[in-house]
């Protein structure tokens, strides 16, 4: 098992968590890049959501419910936030397991890369 997100999972890696469920596990992004980086992940490895089968994307959906709970547990619902996934090589996604970003807490820039 050498995917760092399933070691946080696996309680091997140390990490501050915010949130967990069966489904999924959400904590402080280690290198923030902006006042609130939050990760949001399912538990199962999964490397991206290009590997998502139709009958799995509900998982989508309860994750970006995640991220809208823990944007007001930062407050920052008013003020507005992120949610990123990166997929692959060329969009930026350096960890291979499947992951939403969730940033805030200052003015982010209106560039999608
Ligand atoms: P991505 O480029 O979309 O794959 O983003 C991976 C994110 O995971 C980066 O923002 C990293 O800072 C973050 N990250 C990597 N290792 C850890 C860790 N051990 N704990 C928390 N966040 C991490
Ligand atoms: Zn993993």
Known sequence: MDCIFCQIVAGKVPSEILYQDEEVIAFRDINP????????IPKRHIPSFAHLSEAESPLIGHMVNIAN??????????SGYRLA???G?????????????LLGGRRLSDKLG
């Open 33 to 40: 890049q902006a006042p609130t980086h939050l990760i949001i």
């Open 69 to 78: 709970q823990l944007a007001k547990g930062e407050g920052i619902s008013g």
């Open 89 to 101: 090589e060329e969009g930026g996604q350096l960890v291979p397991h499947l992951h939403l970003h």
């Open 85 to 87: 996934m990166n997929c």
